[in-house]
C-alpha cells in the first residue's frame, strides 16, 4: 500500500502542476472515480493483493499522459509511470502489470488478464452513471476545446451512441452490474439523437426558406446602399454649388457696401440684407456636408452582446485588429448577425442623408428668402428715397 500512495501523491500533484483549462472531462475528478471502481471490481473478481495495487496504480496514472500530449496519450502515461518508477522501484513483474494495464486503455486490443478487464471496464463505469449525459457533455466540451472546432451535437451523439451500442464488458461484475444501466443510458443518448435530427430538419427548413430571399435580400442592401450613397453625392454638389455662390455674393456685396454704398444709399440695406442671409446660407450649406465624427469606446462587453455595427469606421476605429477580426469572422458566420450590421448600417446611413439633407434645405431657404428680401429693401428704400 505504500506505493499507492505514494503514486496518489504524485499524480495529484502532477495533475495541479499540468492542470489545463481546455481538459473539462480527462480531470483528476475522472481519474479518481476510475480509481474508485477498480478497488470495487477488482475486489468481487477475486484479484490478489499484489494484482489489485499494480491496477490501481495503473488507474492513477493511465490518464496522465493527457496533460503532455492528446495524441497517444497512453505512451505518454507509460512514460511518467516509468520515470516514476525510475525514483520509485518497484519489482520487474509488479511494473509490467502496471504498464499492460495503461497500454490496454487505448482499447486497440483484448485484455490478456482480469487487471487489464478490471482496469478496461473501471474507465468506462461511467456509461451506467445516471448522470452519464451530463458527464458526456463534458466531453463533448473537451473535444470541442482541444480540437478547435465546432462540434455539432447531433454529430457527438450519433458517433457516442454507435460507441456505447459497440461497448463492450470484460469482467462478471461489469456485466452483472453495468449492463442494464447502459442499455438505459443508450436509450436516453437515441432519444437526444432524434431530438437534433427532428431541430435540425426545422433548421434546414428555415435555412430554405431563408434562402429563398437570400437574391433578393442581397439585391435590396446593394440597391439601397447605392441609392443613399447617390443622394449624398447629389447633397454634397448641391451645397458645393451653393457654397460658390454665396461666397461671390458675400464678396461682391461686401465691396459694393464699403466702397460704393456712400453714392448709392438705395442699395445700403439691400446690400446688408443679402450679406447676412448669404452668410448664413453658406453657414448651413457647410454644415450639410461638413464630417461628423462620433468616436465610439467599444468594450469587450459590447462586442460579446453584438451591440455594434461592425461596418461603420467611427465605431470600430479603436478597437484593436485581432479583436475586430475575431468579431467579423464571427458575423460572416452568423447569417442573423450579417444582416443585423447591414439593417444597422443603412439605418445610420439615412440618418446621416437625412441630417444633411435638412440642413441643405435650411440653406436653400434662407438663400431664397433672402434674395426675396433683399429685393423688397431695396424697392421699399428706393420708394422711401425717392
Known amino acids: 500500500m505504500e506505493v499507492i500512495e505514494k503514486v496518489k501523491l504524485h499524480v495529484i500533484n502532477f495533475f495541479e502542476k499540468h492542470s489545463s483549462q481546455q481538459l473539462v472531462f480527462h480531470t483528476l475528478e475522472h481519474t479518481l472515480s476510475v480509481v474508485q471502481q477498480v478497488g470495487i471490481i477488482s475486489q468481487a473478481e477475486g484479484l490478489s493483493k499484489e494484482e489489485q495495487e499494480a491496477v490501481t496504480v495503473a488507474a492513477w496514472f493511465h490518464d496522465t499522459g493527457y496533460l503532455v500530449q492528446l495524441e497517444n496519450h497512453e505512451e505518454a502515461s507509460v512514460k511518467i509511470a516509468k520515470t516514476f518508477f525510475e525514483e520509485n522501484p518497484v519489482d520487474?513483474?509488479?511494473?509490467?502489470w502496471v504498464v499492460a494495464c495503461i497500454e490496454v486503455t487505448c482499447r486497440k486490443r483484448e485484455p490478456l488478464s482480469k487487471m487489464e478487464s478490471v482496469i478496461l471496464d473501471a474507465d468506462v463505469a461511467h456509461v451506467a452513471d445516471e448522470n452519464f449525459i451530463q458527464i458526456s457533455k463534458r466531453l463533448k466540451r473537451e473535444i470541442t476545446n482541444c480540437q478547435n472546432c465546432n462540434l455539432k451535437y447531433k454529430d457527438y451523439w450519433e458517433g457516442t451512441f454507435v460507441f456505447l451500442e459497440r461497448l463492450k464488458f470484460y469482467s462478471d461484475y461489469a456485466k452483472a452490474n453495468y449492463t442494464d444501466p447502459l442499455q438505459a443510458n443508450l436509450q436516453r443518448v437515441k432519444e437526444l439523437v432524434e431530438e437534433e435530427t427532428v431541430k435540425e430538419g426545422k433548421k434546414q427548413g428555415k435555412k430554405k426558406q431563408k434562402q429563398n430571399t437570400d437574391k433578393g435580400v442581397e439585391s435590396m442592401f446593394r440597391l439601397t446602399a447605392s441609392n443613399q450613397m447617390r443622394l449624398s453625392s447629389i447633397g454634397d454638389k448641391k451645397a458645393n454649388i451653393l457654397i460658390s455662390i454665396n461666397s461671390i455674393l458675400i464678396s461682391v456685396s461686401a465691396a459694393v457696401a464699403t466702397r460704393r454704398a456712400v453714392d448709392y444709399n438705395e442699395f445700403l440695406p439691400a446690400l446688408v440684407v443679402l450679406f447676412l442671409s448669404s452668410l448664413i446660407s453658406l453657414i448651413f450649406a457647410i454644415l450639410s456636408c461638413r464630417p461628423e465624427l462620433r468616436p465610439i469606446?467599444?468594450?469587450?462587453?459590447?462586442l460579446l452582446e453584438r451591440k455594434i455595427n461592425l461596418l461603420f469606421f467611427s465605431n470600430?476605429?479603436?478597437i484593436p485588429y485581432p479583436k475586430y477580426y475575431a468579431a467579423m469572422r464571427e458575423m460572416m458566420d452568423d447569417y442573423d448577425y450579417l444582416y443585423g450590421n447591414l439593417i444597422k448600417d443603412q439605418y445610420n446611413l439615412g440618418k446621416t442623408l437625412y441630417?444633411?439633407?435638412k440642413l441643405l434645405r435650411i440653406a436653400y431657404n434662407i438663400f431664397m428668402y433672402g434674395f426675396i428680401?433683399?429685393?423688397l429693401v431695396f424697392v421699399v428704400n428706393y420708394m422711401l428715397l425717392k
Not at 92 to 96: K, L, M, V
Not at 297 to 302: A, I, P, R, S
Open 92 to 96: 520487474q513483474d509488479f511494473e509490467n
Open 297 to 302: 469606446n467599444v468594450t469587450d462587453e459590447d
Open 316 to 318: 470600430f476605429y479603436k
Open 355 to 357: 441630417r444633411k439633407y
Open 373 to 375: 428680401l433683399a429685393a
